[in-house]
């Protein structure tokens, strides 16, 4: 089944040509299943960009999948057109009645600055806590699964001494979770952050366990059954060359910054990286969503509700 998105929005031509079924929401309507209705909740600054690497992912599950855009009600973006903004997404505050199956919230180039000085974090504690009343299932990436462990564990997030940055290896360690259906012992994930979660301040609040974590940059997935969410700290759905935009970018500004690590072939930024991350990038999203298809309630109504 494929994904419905707007037929102008620029996923759509995208997706499209990659051979990523997508539907437009007319073909959509004609439809007679009960698709499931994630949101994602936009942060980064690239807007288009990310629109089309979730969209790819979460596109490729065999279900229909009605995404819907979201941003923050007061913040205005610098890096998006007005007018694709105007189009495709809807404040918070205008989505806060309905109920969504799934909602990703992404990461954000903020991490230096405290929880609470973050202009729009007095409205994101209000989305975080509106996900235990209107959403199934959370997903909170990098930046924003960072904000969603302090905001219902208390757990901080902490400076590096220098960026981790690159394709690091990470290991398995729960090979019996759904969420990690068919991933293997070891495999790689890219990581472009100044800051980290400490794996022992995770042990040590109940209820979390990390799913994913490496010997070098530390833990990345970790799931809050309590919450229905789960929170990773790198970004399996970078696209081939995001890593190497970021770095040419601050190459270019004169900016202090390593070259990403296993990310070049022989690290040599003269040629073209190599992906080593998508399947399992795929099956991580995938294996989501068919999470959230076993035990999402049918009528979207009784989504939040406490199982009586």
């Not at 998105?5 to 007319?26: I, R």
């Not at 500004?253 to 040629?271: C, E, H, L, Q, T």
Request: charged residues 25%.
């Amino acid at each position: 089944m494929p994904i419905t998105l707007p037929k102008d929005l620029p996923a759509f031509d995208v997706l499209k040509s990659e051979g990523v079924m997508v539907m437009s929401e007319a073909q959509a309507a004609r439809q007679d299943i009960r698709p499931l209705h994630i949101g994602l909740l936009n942060l980064m600054p690239k807007k288009i960009q990310t629109e089309n690497q979730f969209a790819r992912l979460i596109g490729a599950t065999p279900l229909q999948i009605n995404l819907h855009l979201i941003r923050m009600s007061e913040h205005k973006t610098r890096n998006t057109a007005a007018e694709h903004m105007a189009e495709f997404y809807r404040p918070f505050q205008a989505v806060k009645q309905e109920k969504f199956d799934g909602l990703i919230i992404t990461g954000a180039p903020i991490e230096h600055l405290p929880f609470e000085e973050v202009t729009y974090w007095d409205e994101l504690r209000e989305v975080m806590d509106w996900t235990q009343t209107n959403v199934h299932s959370t997903f909170g990436v990098c930046w924003g699964g960072m904000a969603m462990i302090n905001h219902f564990h208390g757990i901080d997030k902490h400076m590096l001494d220098h960026k981790a940055f690159g394709c690091f290896r990470h290991d398995n360690l729960a090979p019996s979770s759904p969420f990690l259906r068919g991933f293997s012992d070891d495999f790689v994930i890219p990581v472009s952050r100044w800051t980290e979660m400490r794996q022992d301040e995770i042990d040590a609040a109940p209820g979390l366990q990390t799913l994913l974590g490496s010997d070098e940059v530390g833990p990345c997935l970790v799931e809050d059954p309590a919450h229905r969410s789960l929170y990773i700290f790198n970004h399996f759905e970078y696209d081939n060359h995001t890593l190497k935009e970021e770095y040419d970018r601050d190459v270019a500004a004169g900016n202090a910054i390593n070259v990403p690590r296993n990310y070049y072939p022989d690290d040599d930024p003269s040629k073209p990286p190599l992906n080593r991350w998508r399947s399992h990038a795929h099956l991580l999203y995938g294996n989501w969503i068919n999470e959230i298809y076993q035990t999402t309630p049918f009528e979207r109504s009784r989504i939040g509700e406490t199982p009586g």
